[in-house]
């Protein structure tokens, strides 16, 4: 069965659980640190994935404390989690193969044009 590729802020929240469980402001900080300062959750935006995350069974509460008199939940990533961040993981990494070879025999067969072709600058230039 195909499933749909996986939004990128649920990757990024999955691959912040990989690493183990954390609450929900380390999650958030994980993900800005992990996507190189691209991605910034809002603390609702990252409840509701939270929430839609457990009802898929990708992760699952682990435990609570009491930290300034507020009480702050861990999550952790439960095995399902794990097999699906793989599969996705193991799915971006062969795009990224496919796009790379076929960058690279495009940049093989420019400069094979060119060196065929001196004087030209690049591909598709009037004579």
Do not use: C
């Amino acid at each position: 069965m195909s499933r749909r590729p996986m939004q990128e802020p649920t990757f990024l929240i999955l691959t912040a659980l990989a690493a183990g469980p954390q609450h929900g402001y380390g999650i958030i900080t994980d993900v800005v640190q992990i996507s190189g300062e691209r991605v910034r959750l809002q603390a609702g935006t990252l409840y509701a994935a939270l929430d839609r995350l457990q009802g898929e069974g990708l992760v699952e509460a682990d435990r609570e404390e009491v930290v300034d008199g507020r009480a702050r939940r861990y999550y952790r990533l439960t095995s399902a989690g794990e097999a699906r961040l793989a599969a996705e993981a193991e799915h971006l990494r062969r795009n990224v193969d496919t796009a790379s070879s076929r960058l690279r025999a495009r940049l093989r067969s420019a400069y094979s044009l060119k060196v065929a072709t001196p004087g030209r600058e690049f591909l598709g230039s009037a004579s």
